[in-house]
């Protein structure tokens, strides 16, 4: 009989005319090899080559030490200097230009090379050990999927459980609170905790235990492969209480001092080479002697508010590591632990208390922030520390996360497997990059990469695999040529060479000067031999541009924060009318309604059998940034929060029983400022000048009948559910503003850091 239909074109048994005469068949499930490792890969974000204890610095890390004591310390392995290009490269395996993604998620530039999400050309490390028969579990940091995207729409097609996992537990974007995080399960974002103890980290922690224990109990002999992504060591620098009180006073000699002292621990531990420079300070970081007394003690304590979290941080991956041992799973588990990038130089010169601060372009002064001290650290800030501080995290390397200098690529790594890396405590030396991991862990478990998968011919895989290292460090090295390319800045590495041209926003790329280093003699970047040996230097440009051409690098594109106003014309010009209605998810703070620098309404229809009925109608943004409406005493409230600073108009007249229309009316009259109306019943009743954010309003996203995050204001506690009907709100946008583009351009280039 034919075997003929959906479903039976592969069928192998024999089908006949009832089953008495026919034979079954099953096919075959997907099995990894057998003796493959578990998989965990751990990624701290924003931590420095010398943050760790085992990479020199003197912050309590003893899990982490641990796992650099049983395993392998990596002292020359690079990344991309940002954290979404860094990730796309770890999991699948080529270069971020390759992929698709040149800079962060939330920007599509139009170009293959920006398209802010991961081509299909390209599949994940947890698409192919699923496909082999790995449980895929993904927890913390996505930032992989274009924020434009990261609606209750979707479309959902770059989510973790898109591209591989099969659960999720995090946060879709670049960074969150830590205490209150804009929180996704799965598919669906959720309300943040209740619990005023809890912490992310520890929540992260929590369900991967939950997950890996849920997969054994099935009692099913599949390998499980997690990528745990935490928050920290980014921005905002936040701990419990103990954490930062362990730390009261140990930096209070200075970043000059502490570098010193990381650098001689380096150099004990072996994590630099002997005869290493320490680099000079960067341009704009002052002598720690030269500041006065109210700027040490600030910037003293947000040192200490990075210390307790990454401590924190470390006790967190202990728990982890713990469980693995308790239930015989450590052994064959390949741990690979790494940082994204170099730490991080956005706290700017004096450090900031609120993470809008620097995504507006705005300073705070040690005079502002030095009455807040003692909230650095815990949830009532947003904090980040100085560009000094940043330069002791990448001791002894030069410049920062964002740059293609040492101290913006080069990072810790640690393997850890003892059933395969007999050496315990052992150090690499050979150069290695992130695309080299996801093809190390291929070769670990004992298969290759696919040429097609789910029907899409794949990009081959761009890195090295370092496997070779684990028996021993004297393997010579088989990485040959790495090139780099972040936000104009450029470099390339070959054979122990490193051009490197550090790029100023604006200036044409063909005035860009190259300097030049020989990394295997000078580990620092301190000597740059550029002048005496020029044909050496042009011999590493000319590599540049074929590696550029071979990985999609180009057109170069040195725009920044104006990138994040792109929007996809594909999709139409944007709604200027949007209604929300009770019941909706909470929208993420990237698929918010655009209000900058224009005027708008924010209209809410509401119904109350009682005047005493209150609560939240809308609230976006938290207690670091945001907007909300409210009915509180009777009485119709918008509060703007611009950094902490509160705005609150109420109506003059008290609300009417029954159905009645609530309208904020906010009428431009100049760039980012204008006039706040409220409204009863089309009345005007109350109004007050206002001064938005030039670029993004909230920290956190908006919600719909309550306020469930940290409030917009405290004049109310959370979550302030609206006891009436609110039937929907409604904004109308106007479009009285400028170009955004020429706008957006015009900041950016006023904006420019003295790197």
Not at 221 to 250: C, D, I, N, V
Not at 436 to 447: K, Q
């Amino acid at each position: 009989m034919s075997d003929q239909g959906a479903g039976r074109e592969n069928f192998k048994g024999k089908v006949g005319i009832t089953a008495a005469d026919s034979t079954p068949w099953w096919p075959e499930p997907p099995r990894a090899p057998e003796g493959a490792p578990n998989v965990l890969v751990i990624a701290l974000d924003d931590t420095g080559f010398a943050h760790l204890g085992c990479y020199g610095s003197d912050i309590e890390t003893p899990n982490i030490d641990a796992l650099a004591a049983g395993g392998l310390r990596y002292t020359n392995f690079h990344t991309t200097a940002l954290c979404s290009p860094t990730r796309a490269c770890l999991l699948t395996g080529r270069n971020h230009h390759s992929v698709g993604m040149r800079f962060l998620s939330n920007v599509d530039t139009g170009y293959s090379n920006c398209r802010g999400e991961i081509t299909p050309k390209a599949a994940t490390m947890a698409e192919m050990l699923r496909a082999v028969g790995y449980n895929t579990f993904a927890l913390g940091k996505w930032h992989l999927a274009n924020m434009e995207d990261c609606t209750p729409a979707g479309p959902f097609d770059q989510g973790p459980l898109q591209r591989g996992f099969e659960r999720y537990y995090g946060f879709l974007g670049g960074a969150t609170d830590q205490f209150s995080p804009e929180l996704t399960i799965d598919n669906h974002p959720v309300d943040p905790p209740s619990d005023p103890e809890y912490h992310l980290s520890e929540a992260l922690v929590d369900q991967a235990i939950g997950m890996i224990s849920a997969q054994r109990s099935a009692g099913r002999e599949r390998p499980f492969m997690m990528y745990l992504a935490f928050g920290a060591t980014h921005s905002p620098h936040q701990a419990p209480p103990a954490y930062l009180q362990k730390y009261r006073g140990r930096y209070d000699q200075g970043w000059d001092v502490t570098r010193e002292a990381w650098f001689k621990r380096q150099l004990e531990l072996g994590i630099v080479p002997a005869g290493t420079t320490l680099s000079p300070r960067n341009p704009g970081v002052p002598a720690w002697d030269e500041l006065n007394d109210g700027q040490k003690q600030l910037y003293a304590r947000m040192q200490e508010a990075f210390a307790g979290f990454l401590d924190h941080t470390d006790a967190q991956v202990g728990r982890l590591v713990q469980f693995l041992k308790d239930i015989d799973c450590l052994e064959n588990t390949l741990i690979v632990f790494l940082s994204d990038n170099g730490a991080s130089q956005e706290g700017g010169h004096h450090g900031i208390l609120n993470e809008l601060a620097y995504f507006n372009r705005m300073e705070q002064s040690v005079q502002e922030m030095l009455p807040h001290i003692d909230r650095i650290g815990g949830p009532h800030l947003l904090n980040n520390y100085q560009k000094g501080w940043a330069q002791v995290g990448n001791t002894p390397l030069r410049f920062y996360k964002q740059n293609t200098y040492e101290g913006g690529i080069h990072d810790p790594m640690i393997v850890h497997w003892p059933a395969r890396i007999a050496e315990r405590g052992g150090i690499r030396t050979q150069y290695h990059h992130v695309t080299d991991i996801l093809p190390t862990i291929l070769e670990a478990v004992g298969i290759v990469a696919p040429e097609v998968h789910a029907g899409v011919p794949q990009l081959p895989v761009e890195g090295t695999s370092f496997a070779y290292t684990f028996e021993t460090g004297a393997a010579a090295q088989r990485k040959t040529v790495q090139y780099y390319e972040m936000l104009g800045h450029r470099a390339v590495w070959s054979g122990g060479w490193k051009a490197v041209a550090m790029h100023r926003q604006g200036q044409p790329f063909e005035q860009d000067k190259w300097a030049l280093y020989h990394t295997d003699q000078d580990f620092s970047e301190c000597h740059d031999l550029s002048k005496s040996h020029p044909e050496k230097l042009q011999e590493l440009i000319s590599a540049w541009w074929v590696e550029a051409g071979k990985y999609n690098v180009l057109p170069l594109d040195d725009r920044g924060v104006e990138l994040f106003v792109l929007r996809r014309p594909g999709g139409g010009k944007p709604a200027t009318t949007l209604r929300y209605r009770p019941g909706m998810p909470h929208l993420d703070r990237f698929a918010v309604p655009d209000i900058r620098n224009r005027s708008h309404r924010i209209i809410a229809r509401i119904e109350r059998s009682s005047t005493t009925w209150q609560g939240v109608l809308l609230a976006c943004g938290s207690r670091v940034g945001g907007y909300a409406l409210y009915v509180k005493d009777n009485r119709f409230h918008y509060v703007y929060n611009r950094i902490g600073a509160l705005t609150t108009v109420a109506s003059a007249v008290e609300l009417p029983a029954g159905a009645c229309e609530l309208t904020m009316r906010f009428d431009k009259t100049g760039e980012h400022t204008g006039t706040a109306t409220v409204l009863v019943d089309g009345v005007a009743c109350g109004s007050a000048p206002i001064e938005l954010l030039p670029w993004r309003q909230t920290f956190y996203g908006m919600d719909i009948g309550s306020d469930q995050g940290s409030t917009v204001s405290d004049a109310y506690p959370a979550p302030f559910r609206f006891e009436g009907r609110l039937l929907h709100v409604d904004y109308e946008l106007d479009n009285d503003r400028n170009d955004l583009r020429k706008a957006a351009a015009m900041e950016a280039r006023n904006a420019v850091s003295d790197q």
